[in-house]
C-alpha cells in the first residue's frame, strides 16, 4: 500500500466518521444512547394546554360547570302551589317534547322516503327501466309469498279436515265396540236373573203344590185357608224380593262396567287425539321448513337480481355526471329543506318552553327552572369541548411525529411515570404548537338548545 | 485497484449515513401497542358485556327487594352477598374471553419478538401496531397454543400505582385532598345561590383556582416524590422509561417493588 493510498484511506475513514457524527446530529440523536436510543416522551396534557385554541377549550369548560352549579342549585319549590306548578310544568314540558319529537320523526321519514323514491326513479331512468327499480321485483316478491302462504293454508285445512274425519270414525268405532261390549254383559246378566228365578221356583215348587192341595180341600176352615193363602204369598214375596235385589245388583254391577268401559274408551280417543295431532304437526312443520326453503331460494334470486339491477342503476349514474348531480341535487333539496323545517320547528319547540316555564313560574311565584334545556345545553358545550379536544390532540399528534422524526426518535410516548434514557420532547413540541395559527374555527357561541337526539338529518333517525 | 478500493469504502459511508437512522432506533423495534378499545369491541365482547349488563340489572332488583324491612347491618350483610354474586359472574363471563386475549397478545408479541407490549394510547408515534394481528389470532378456531418462550427483558419499566396508592403516606394526602374538595364544593354550592351569571363565572374561576392550590398543597409534593423515585430507578436499572402498570398490557420489566423501596 503506498503513502498516496493510505493518506486516502484515511481521509475516507475520518469523512465516515464525520458522516456518521452528522447523521446523529442531523437526526438529533447519538447510535450509543445520547438522545434516549431512539424513544421519547411527551407530557400531552402539557402541550395541549400550549395550544393556541386552548383558552376555547377552558371557555367551554366553565360555561359547562357554571350550567351543572346551576342545575345543582335550582330553587326548590316550598309551598303545595309551586309544587303543583312545577309538577304541571314538567308535565307540559314532556308533551312538548313528546309532541317535537313526533313532528320530527314524521319528517325524517317523509323527507327519507321521498329522497329513496326520487333516487329509484332515477336509478331506474339511468338503467332504461319503466318502473322504479324494485317495484316490479316487489310485486313479484310479494306475489311468491302470497301463493306459498296459499298453499300452506289449504294443505294445513286438508290435514285438519283429515283429522277430523280419522277421529270421527275413532269415535264411532269406540261406541260400537262399548254397545257391544254392553249388550252382551247385559244378556249375561239377564240369563244368570232368570236361571236363578227359576231355581227359587223349583226349591219352592213342592211346598207350593202343598199349599195350593190344601187350597182345593173344600172342608178347609176360614182361618186355615186364610193361613194358607198367606203362607203361599209369602213365599212369592220373600221370592220375588230375591229376584229383585238380584237385579238391583246387576244394574249396579252394568253400570260400572259401562263407566269403566266409557273411561277406557275416552283415554283411547285421546290418545288417538294427541297422536293424530303430533302427526299433523310434524307434517306442518316439515311443510313450513320446506316452503321457508322454497320462499328463501326465489326471494334470494329476486334479491340478487334486485342487487345487480341497483348495482345496474348505480354503474350507468356513475358514468353520467348528469344523473350524479341530479341524486346530489335531490339529496341536497331534501337536507336543506327538512333543515329549514327542523330549525323553524325547533325555534318554535324552545319558544314553546320558554313559555311554559315563564307560566308556571308566574302561577308559583318563583322562578322555576327547564332542567331538560338545561341539561341539552350541557350535552351540546361538552359535545363541542370534546370535538375541539380532539381536534387539538390531532394537531399536537401530528407534531409530535414531525418532531420525533426530526430527531430520529423511532417511538413516542405519553402518560410516562418516569423517564430514564428516553427523550423529553414537550417543550420543542410546545414551541411547535405554539406557533400554530388559530386554525379551527371556534363554535363555542353557537350552542344549540334543541334535544340531542334531534340532528337535522331527513334520512336519520 | 486503488480507485475500487476507495470506492467500495465510499460506499461503506455512504450506507453508514443511510443506516444512521435505523441504528438509532433498534433500541425500540421491540415496542409493541394494541388497541384494547378493538379487542373490547368484539362480537363476544360485547355478548358478554351484554350478559352482564342484564345480570347486574336483575342482581339490583333482586337486591332492593331483598333489603326490604331489614335491619342495616343485615343490609350491609345482603350487600356484600350481591356484590360476591356480581363478582363471580364477572370473572365467569370475562375470565375465558381474557385469557383468550391475553394468550393471543402474547403469541403476536413472542412472533414479532417484542419484549413489551403497552395500550395504543399511550404510543404518540412509531412502535408496532399488533392489533390486526391479535384479533385474527382472537379470531382463529380452537384453542391459542401459548408460546414457548418468556419476553425478552425489556427496557421498557412499568410501575403498579395501585401498590403506591396503598401506601400510608399517599392515602393521607388523598384524604386530606378528598376534604378539601368537600369542602371547596359546598362552599361552592352556596356561593352560587342568587348570584347573577357573571357573578357565577368569576366564583367558578375561584373555585378550580382553589382547588388547584389544594391539589398543590395535599398531593403534587408526594407526586413529585414518587416520579424522582420512578425516574432515578428508570436510570439504575438502565431504562428508557416507565409507564404505569394500567397501560402496559404484556412483558416489560417490573420496578414497582425498587420504586417502593425508595418512597417508603
Excluded at chain 2, 65 to 90: H, P, V, W
Excluded at chain 2, 103 to 124: F, R
Aim: glycine residues 6%.
Amino acid at each position: 500500500m503506498d503513502v498516496d493510498l493510505r493518506a486516502s484511506i484515511r481521509a475516507v475513514a475520518v469523512a465516515a466518521c464525520v458522516a456518521l457524527a452528522l447523521a446523529g446530529c442531523t437526526h438529533g440523536a447519538s447510535p450509543f444512547g445520547s438522545r434516549g436510543g431512539g424513544a421519547g416522551y411527551v407530557d400531552l396534557d402539557q402541550v395541549v394546554q400550549a395550544h393556541p385554541l386552548h383558552t376555547e377549550l377552558d371557555t367551554l369548560q366553565a360555561q359547562i360547570t357554571l350550567l351543572n352549579g346551576q342545575a345543582q342549585n335550582a330553587p326548590v319549590p316550598q309551598t303545595d302551589v309551586q309544587r303543583q306548578a312545577q309538577a304541571d310544568m314538567e308535565a307540559q314540558l314532556a308533551i312538548a317534547d313528546q309532541q317535537f319529537q313526533t313532528q320530527m320523526n314524521a319528517r325524517r321519514t317523509y323527507y327519507g322516503q321521498r329522497e329513496a323514491a326520487a333516487t329509484a326513479a332515477l336509478q331506474a331512468q339511468a338503467s332504461g327501466a319503466s318502473a322504479p327499480i324494485g317495484q316490479q321485483l316487489g310485486v313479484q316478491a310479494q306475489k311468491i309469498q302470497t301463493d306459498a302462504m296459499k298453499a300452506f293454508t289449504d294443505y294445513q285445512k286438508q290435514l285438519f279436515q283429515a283429522d277430523n274425519q280419522h277421529l270421527q270414525q275413532v269415535a264411532r268405532q269406540l261406541q260400537q265396540e262399548d254397545g257391544l261390549k254392553i249388550g252382551a254383559r247385559r244378556a249375561q246378566l239377564e240369563k244368570q236373573e232368570t236361571d236363578y228365578q227359576i231355581t227359587l221356583a223349583k226349591q219352592s215348587q213342592s211346598q207350593r203344590l202343598n199349599l195350593k192341595a190344601q187350597l182345593e180341600n173344600l172342608n178347609l176352615s176360614a182361618t186355615d185357608r186364610q193361613q194358607v193363602e198367606s203362607q203361599l204369598a209369602n213365599i212369592e214375596t220373600r221370592e220375588e224380593s230375591m229376584i229383585n235385589t238380584l237385579k238391583a245388583r246387576d244394574n249396579a254391577d252394568l253400570k260400572t262396567y259401562e263407566d269403566g268401559l266409557q273411561r277406557d274408551a275416552a283415554a283411547r280417543y285421546n290418545a288417538a287425539r294427541v297422536a293424530s295431532m303430533k302427526q299433523t304437526n310434524d307434517m306442518l312443520q316439515a311443510r313450513q321448513k320446506q316452503t321457508n326453503e322454497q320462499l328463501r331460494t326465489q326471494l334470494s334470486g329476486i334479491g340478487t337480481q334486485y342487487q345487480q339491477q341497483v348495482a345496474n342503476a348505480n354503474a350507468a349514474i356513475a358514468k353520467d355526471p348528469k344523473a350524479r348531480a341530479q341524486i346530489d341535487k335531490i339529496h341536497n333539496e331534501n337536507q336543506a329543506q327538512y333543515t329549514i323545517e327542523f330549525q323553524k320547528a325547533l325555534a318554535s319547540y324552545q319558544q314553546t318552553r320558554k313559555q311554559l316555564v315563564q307560566k308556571y313560574s308566574a302561577i308559583a311565584h318563583m322562578q322555576l327552572q327547564d332542567d331538560v334545556a338545561l341539561g341539552n345545553e350541557v350535552q351540546a358545550l361538552a359535545a363541542q369541548r370534546r370535538d375541539l379536544y380532539a381536534k387539538i390532540v390531532a394537531q399536537v399528534q401530528s407534531q409530535i411525529g414531525v418532531v420525533a422524526r426530526n430527531d430520529g426518535l423511532a417511538v413516542v410516548f405519553t402518560n410516562v411515570r418516569g423517564a430514564g434514557k428516553a427523550v423529553d420532547i414537550t417543550d420543542q413540541v410546545v414551541k411547535a404548537i405554539a406557533a400554530l395559527p388559530a386554525a379551527v374555527p371556534s363554535s363555542s357561541s353557537s350552542a344549540p338548545e334543541g334535544p340531542s337526539s334531534t340532528t337535522p338529518s331527513p334520512s336519520g333517525s | 485497484m486503488h480507485i475500487r478500493f476507495v470506492s467500495a469504502i465510499a460506499f461503506a459511508i455512504v450506507a453508514a449515513i443511510a443506516l444512521a437512522p435505523q441504528a438509532l432506533a433498534t433500541d425500540v423495534l421491540d415496542i409493541g401497542f394494541v388497541d384494547q378499545a378493538a379487542i373490547g369491541g368484539l362480537p363476544q365482547f360485547v355478548a358478554a358485556q351484554q350478559q352482564f349488563s342484564q345480570f347486574r340489572a336483575q342482581t339490583a332488583r333482586d337486591f332492593q327487594a331483598a333489603i326490604k324491612g331489614k335491619s342495616q347491618s343485615d343490609q350491609q350483610r345482603i350487600y356484600g352477598d350481591f356484590n360476591q354474586r356480581l363478582a363471580a359472574k364477572q370473572h365467569e363471563l370475562f375470565d375465558p374471553l381474557l385469557g383468550r386475549a391475553q394468550t393471543a397478545i402474547a403469541l403476536v408479541a413472542a412472533q414479532k419478538s417484542l419484549s413489551i407490549v403497552v395500550d395504543k394510547q399511550i404510543v404518540i408515534f412509531g412502535g408496532q401496531d399488533i392489533t390486526k394481528d391479535v384479533l385474527t389470532t382472537i379470531g382463529q378456531q380452537g384453542v391459542i397454543v401459548p408460546p414457548v418462550q418468556t419476553p425478552p427483558p425489556s427496557s421498557i419499566g412499568y410501575v403498579d400505582q395501585t401498590q403506591i396508592d396503598a401506601l400510608p403516606k399517599a392515602k393521607a394526602a388523598a384524604d386530606a385532598f378528598q376534604a378539601a374538595r368537600q369542602r371547596l364544593s359546598q362552599d361552592l354550592n352556596k356561593q352560587l345561590a342568587g348570584k347573577s351569571q357573571a357573578e357565577q363565572v368569576t366564583i367558578v374561576q375561584q373555585f378550580n383556582n382553589q382547588l388547584k392550590d389544594e391539589q398543590k398543597k395535599d398531593i403534587q409534593p408526594l407526586n413529585d416524590e414518587i416520579q424522582k423515585a420512578i425516574s432515578d430507578v428508570a436510570k439504575k436499572k438502565k431504562l428508557l422509561l416507565v409507564v404505569d402498570q394500567a397501560d402496559r398490557v404484556y412483558g416489560g420489566t417490573d420496578v414497582t417493588s425498587d420504586v417502593l423501596a425508595l418512597i417508603k
